[in-house]
C-alpha cells in the first residue's frame, strides 16, 4: 500500500517533553506503538483528573488494541507498563497493610462481623477469574488496568460462564453502572462510575474472538493500530543497544508515581478544558468526516468516527496533565495546549483510518466483501460528482491537502475496487 500509516511526523515534534523522551530512542512502528501504549498506560494513571464531553463527564480511560504479525515488533509496547507498575506496587502494598491491619482489629475487638476491606490493585491480569475481575473494578478508588500482550487471554474471559464481559466492557467506556446478579452463588455486584482502561495486543486472527463483529458496539470503543509487516533481524547484543530502555521506562515510572501522588492528593478534581477555538476546528473537522462517511454511505463506520471524538477529547486530557505533571498542585481547571491539542487530533485521525482497516477482518454480513477506504479518500470521494476527471480530483485533492502522486494512487485503487469505473482517458464515473 503506498500510503504509509505510520502516525505523523508531527505528532513527535509537539509532545510533551516525558513523552518526547520515551518515543526518541524508537523509530518506525516501534515508536507508534511506545506511544500508543504509554498513553493507554497513562489513562489508568490520573486519578481525580476528569473532562465534560458532550454533556457527559469522562475520565482519561483508553481501549487499545495494537494488531500485528508474530515477532512484528509489538511486543516493545511491555516497556509502557512499567510507567505504572510502581503504581501498582504501592497501591497494592498499603492495600495489604490495611487488611492486616483491620484483620489485627478484629482479633483485638474479638468482633468477628467486622468487614475488611478488600485487596485494591492497579494492574488486572488477563486471565483473572470473573469474580475477580468484578471485585477488582468495584475495589478500585481512582481506575485500573487491564495489560495484555495476547489478546487471547482476554477472548477467553469474555467467555466465562457467567456475566457479560463485553457488556461491561461497553459500559464502563461511558462510566455507566454495572449491575451484575448471578444465581449460582447468590452474588450482586454494582459498580457505579467504573473505570477501566485496556492495553492489549495481538494477531490479525485474535481480533474477530475478541471483537466478534462491527456491529459489536465494543469495536467502536477501542483505538486500533495495525500493521501486516514482520520487523528483518536487528542487533541484540550489547553494542545494539544506545539506550536502556528499562532504565528509561522505570525512571519515567517513578515519576507517574509520584504525579498520581500529587493528583490523589490535590485539593480539588482537575477539570481538562478546550478552548473555544480548539471546540470549533474539532466540531468543523468531525462534520467534514461524517457528512462525507454519510453521503458515501459508510453508515456503519459512523460509531467509529463519533467514539473516536470521545476518545481525542481524552487524549488531549492526558496530554495536558503530562506536560502540567511536575507541579506540586493543580488549578481547579486547566486549559489544554495547542500543541496537544493538534496532536491529539491527529493521533485520532491517523488510527480512525486503523480502525477501518482492522474492520475489514471481521465477519461481513451477506458474505459482501469490504471495500476498505481510508478517511482521505472518502473525503475526496465526497466531493467528486458522479462523473468526474482527473483534472477535478486533483483540484479537490489539493484543496484537502492530497498530493497530486497519492490521488493518481486512489484512481487506481478505487478501479481495482470497482468503486469507479475508467470511462475514458482521465475520465471517471463512480459505481452505485
Known amino acids: 500500500m503506498m500510503e504509509n500509516n505510520l502516525l505523523p511526523e508531527i505528532i513527535y515534534e509537539n509532545l510533551p517533553d516525558f513523552l518526547k523522551r520515551l518515543t526518541n530512542p524508537f523509530t518506525g512502528r516501534e515508536r507508534d506503538i511506545i506511544l500508543l501504549s504509554s498513553l493507554g498506560v497513562l489513562s489508568a494513571s ?3 483528573v476528569f473532562g465534560v464531553y458532550d454533556r457527559n463527564r469522562f475520565s482519561p480511560n483508553l481501549y487499545l488494541l495494537i494488531i500485528a504479525p508474530p515477532a512484528s515488533g509489538k511486543g516493545v509496547m511491555n516497556m509502557s507498563k512499567k510507567l505504572i507498575e510502581k503504581t501498582h506496587r504501592m497501591i497494592k502494598e498499603n492495600s495489604i497493610a490495611d487488611i492486616a491491619d483491620c484483620e489485627d482489629q478484629k482479633k483485638d475487638n474479638k468482633d468477628k462481623k467486622q468487614k475488611c476491606p478488600d485487596l485494591e490493585i492497579k494492574i488486572i491480569p488477563g486471565n483473572v477469574s470473573s469474580s475477580k475481575f468484578y471485585k477488582h473494578i468495584q475495589n478500585s478508588n481512582h481506575g485500573i488496568l487491564i495489560f495484555e500482550t495476547e489478546a487471547d487471554t482476554i477472548s477467553v474471559m469474555l467467555k466465562q460462564d457467567w456475566g457479560n464481559f463485553s457488556d461491561v466492557l461497553r459500559k464502563a467506556f461511558h462510566h455507566e453502572t454495572v449491575s451484575i446478579s448471578r444465581d449460582i452463588d447468590d452474588k450482586y455486584f454494582e459498580i457505579s462510575n467504573p473505570k477501566l482502561s485496556l492495553v492489549i495486543s495481538g494477531t490479525a486472527n485474535q481480533v474477530q474472538p475478541l471483537i466478534q463483529s462491527k456491529e459489536n458496539g465494543l469495536f467502536s470503543r477501542f483505538l486500533f493500530y495495525m500493521f501486516e509487516e514482520s520487523t528483518g533481524w536487528k542487533d541484540v547484543s550489547p553494542n545494539g543497544a544506545t539506550v536502556d530502555y528499562n532504565h528509561l521506562f522505570s525512571d519515567a515510572g517513578d515519576e507517574m508515581f509520584k504525579l498520581h501522588e500529587n493528583l490523589e492528593k490535590n485539593q480539588s478534581e482537575v477539570e481538562i478544558k478546550l478552548s473555544e477555538s ?102 475526496l470521494l465526497a466531493e467528486l460528482p458522479n462523473d468526474f476527471e482527473r483534472k477535478l480530483a486533483i483540484e479537490k485533492g489539493t484543496n484537502l491537502n492530497i498530493p497530486e502522486r497519492t490521488i493518481d494512487y486512489f484512481l487506481k485503487r478505487w478501479i481495482d475496487n470497482e468503486i469507479i469505473s475508467k470511462i475514458a482517458n482521465g475520465k471517471f464515473k463512480k459505481k452505485t
Not at 467534514?288 to 456503519?300: C, S, T
Not at 481524552?314 to 507541579?327: N, P, Y
Not at 491517523?350 to 466483501?369: A, E, F, M, Y
Open 46 to 48: 490520573l486519578p481525580n
Open 278 to 379: 480548539q471546540w470549533l476546528k474539532f466540531n468543523d473537522t468531525m462534520t467534514r468526516v461524517v457528512e462525507a462517511f454519510i453521503k458515501e454511505k459508510k453508515i456503519d463506520d459512523i460509531a467509529v468516527l463519533k467514539r473516536h471524538g470521545v476518545m481525542m477529547f481524552r487524549i488531549c486530557m492526558i496530554l495536558t496533565i503530562i506536560r502540567h505533571k511536575d507541579s506540586n498542585s493543580f488549578e481547579n481547571s486547566i486549559i489544554c495546549n495547542d500543541d496537544d491539542f493538534d496532536c491529539a487530533l491527529n493521533i485520532i485521525k491517523s488510527t480512525i483510518d486503523h480502525s477501518i482497516r482492522v474492520s475489514s477482518l471481521l465477519n461481513i454480513p451477506n458474505g459482501k466483501k469490504e471495500k476498505f477506504l481510508t478517511v482521505r479518500e472518502i473525503l
